[in-house]
C-alpha cells in the first residue's frame, strides 16, 4: 500500500501563529484563558489544554477580571477589548494578520455607508467567530448572507459593501456577488476578502484527490473550512472518507494495492496525520 500525506495541508500561518503564542504564554504563566477554541480541531485543543491553557466561551469572559486571555485567529469585535480593558486582562492577541486588516476594511466601508444610508453586506456562517468579529465593526448591523435565499434580507435600494469571511469559497463568493449585482438598483461594492492560502488549497485538493485510489481528510468536526476542503476531494474522489482521529478509521476502506492520500484543513496539525498514516500502515499487515 502507497500511503502519501500531501504536503500543503495543515496548517495556515494564523493558525500557527496563535498555537505559537500560547505555547510561548504557557512556557512562562500557570494559568492561560483562550476564548473559544484556539483551533477547530478537538485533539489539538486537548494537547494544548494539556499544557495548562483553559477554553472558555464569550459569557465567561465577561465575568473576568486580572488575568490573561489569548484570542484566537479568528479575531474578536470590538467589545472584546472594552471588557478586557476595563478589567486588566491582558490579552494575546493572535488575530490573524488577514482577519485585522478585514477587520479594519468592514470598520471604514460601515462608517461610509452610514452617511449614505447603505448596508454592510458579509458573507459568511451566521455565528463562526469571525462573522462575530465583522460584525463587530459594524455595531452589530451587517447582514450575514450563507446562501442566495438570504439575499431577500438586503433592500435593492441602498448602496452595500460586499465582504467574505477569509476561508469561504471564492466559487460561491462570486455567484452571491453576481446575484446582488443582478437585482439591486444602487451602487454594490464587492470586496473580495477571501484568504488566497486558503482558496488556493483548492485546485491542490482536487490534483491529489485524483492521484490516489482512496483519500482520508483529516478535520475538526467544528470546522467549516474543513467541510468545504473535504467536498471538494469527495466530488474529485468519491472513495474519500472525513475523520477527525485515527479512531475513526474503518479497514474495509482499504486494500493491499491501494495508493492512499492523506490531507486536512487549515485547522488540521501535521502530527495528527502522522498518526493516521502509521495507523493505517498497521493495515498491511493484517487480512483487509
Same mark, same amino acid.
Given at each position: 500500500?502507497? #500511503?502519501?500525506?500531501?504536503?500543503?495541508? %495543515? *496548517?495556515?500561518?494564523?493558525?500557527?501563529?496563535? &498555537?505559537?503564542?500560547?505555547?510561548?504564554?504557557?512556557?512562562?504563566?500557570?494559568?492561560?484563558?483562550?476564548?473559544?477554541?484556539?483551533?477547530?480541531? %478537538?485533539?489539538?485543543?486537548?494537547?494544548?489544554?494539556? !499544557?495548562? !491553557?483553559?477554553?472558555?466561551?464569550?459569557?465567561?469572559?465577561?465575568?473576568?477580571?486580572?488575568?490573561? $486571555? !489569548?484570542?484566537?485567529?479568528? +479575531?474578536?469585535?470590538?467589545?472584546?477589548?472594552?471588557?478586557?480593558?476595563?478589567?486588566?486582562?491582558?490579552?494575546?492577541?493572535?488575530?490573524?494578520?488577514?482577519?485585522?486588516?478585514?477587520?479594519?476594511? $468592514?470598520?471604514?466601508?460601515?462608517?461610509?455607508?452610514?452617511?449614505?444610508? +447603505?448596508?454592510?453586506?458579509?458573507?459568511?456562517?451566521? +455565528?463562526?467567530?469571525? #462573522?462575530?468579529?465583522?460584525? %463587530?465593526?459594524?455595531?452589530?448591523?451587517?447582514?450575514?448572507?450563507?446562501?442566495?435565499?438570504?439575499?431577500?434580507?438586503?433592500?435593492?435600494?441602498?448602496?452595500?459593501?460586499?465582504?467574505?469571511?477569509?476561508?469561504?469559497?471564492?466559487?460561491?463568493?462570486?455567484? &452571491?456577488?453576481?446575484?446582488?449585482?443582478?437585482?439591486?438598483?444602487?451602487? #454594490?461594492?464587492?470586496?473580495?476578502? #477571501?484568504?488566497?492560502? $486558503?482558496?488556493?488549497?483548492?485546485?491542490?485538493?482536487?490534483?491529489?484527490?485524483?492521484?490516489?485510489?482512496?483519500?482520508?481528510?483529516?478535520? +475538526?468536526?467544528?470546522?467549516?473550512?474543513?467541510?468545504?476542503?473535504?467536498?471538494?476531494?469527495?466530488?474529485?474522489?468519491?472513495?474519500?472518507? *472525513?475523520?477527525?482521529?485515527?479512531?475513526? !478509521?474503518?479497514?474495509? =476502506?482499504?486494500?493491499?494495492?491501494?495508493?492512499?492520500?492523506?490531507? %486536512?484543513?487549515?485547522?488540521?496539525?501535521? =502530527?495528527?496525520?502522522?498518526?493516521?498514516?502509521?495507523?493505517?500502515?498497521?493495515?498491511?499487515?493484517?487480512?483487509?
Amino acid at each position: 500500500m502507497q #500511503i502519501e500525506i500531501d504536503h500543503k495541508s %495543515g *496548517f495556515c500561518f494564523g493558525v500557527v501563529n496563535a &498555537i505559537k503564542k500560547a505555547e510561548e504564554t504557557l512556557d512562562k504563566s500557570e494559568k492561560l484563558y483562550c476564548l473559544g477554541d484556539i483551533v477547530h480541531n %478537538g485533539m489539538e485543543v486537548e494537547r494544548l489544554e494539556e !499544557l495548562g !491553557l483553559i477554553t472558555i466561551d464569550r459569557e465567561t469572559f465577561f465575568t473576568l477580571k486580572n488575568c490573561q $486571555v !489569548l484570542l484566537r485567529a479568528h +479575531g474578536e469585535p470590538p467589545s472584546t477589548y472594552e471588557h478586557a480593558k476595563a478589567n486588566n486582562i491582558e490579552l494575546i492577541d493572535a488575530t490573524c494578520p488577514v482577519v485585522l486588516k478585514l477587520q479594519q476594511r $468592514v470598520k471604514k466601508a460601515t462608517l461610509e455607508m452610514n452617511q449614505k444610508d +447603505g448596508q454592510i453586506i458579509l458573507f459568511g456562517k451566521k +455565528g463562526h467567530a469571525e #462573522i462575530v468579529s465583522l460584525d %463587530g465593526q459594524t455595531d452589530n448591523h451587517a447582514i450575514v448572507v450563507e446562501n442566495k435565499d438570504d439575499l431577500s434580507e438586503v433592500d435593492p435600494e441602498k448602496p452595500a459593501y460586499l465582504f467574505s469571511q477569509t476561508t469561504k469559497s471564492l466559487e460561491k463568493f462570486n455567484e &452571491i456577488a453576481a446575484e446582488l449585482k443582478q437585482n439591486s438598483k444602487q451602487e #454594490i461594492i464587492i470586496k473580495d476578502t #477571501i484568504c488566497r492560502q $486558503v482558496a488556493n488549497r483548492v485546485p491542490r485538493m482536487k490534483e491529489f484527490a485524483n492521484q490516489h485510489d482512496v483519500i482520508v481528510f483529516v478535520g +475538526g468536526k467544528k470546522s467549516s473550512n474543513a467541510q468545504f476542503l473535504f467536498e471538494v476531494c469527495k466530488k474529485s474522489n468519491p472513495n474519500s472518507y *472525513f475523520i477527525s482521529n485515527p479512531d475513526e !478509521l474503518n479497514p474495509n =476502506w482499504f486494500s493491499s494495492d491501494n495508493s492512499v492520500g492523506i490531507c %486536512g484543513a487549515t485547522s488540521t496539525p501535521q =502530527w495528527l496525520m502522522e498518526k493516521v498514516a502509521g495507523q493505517i500502515k498497521k493495515y498491511e499487515t493484517s487480512d483487509i
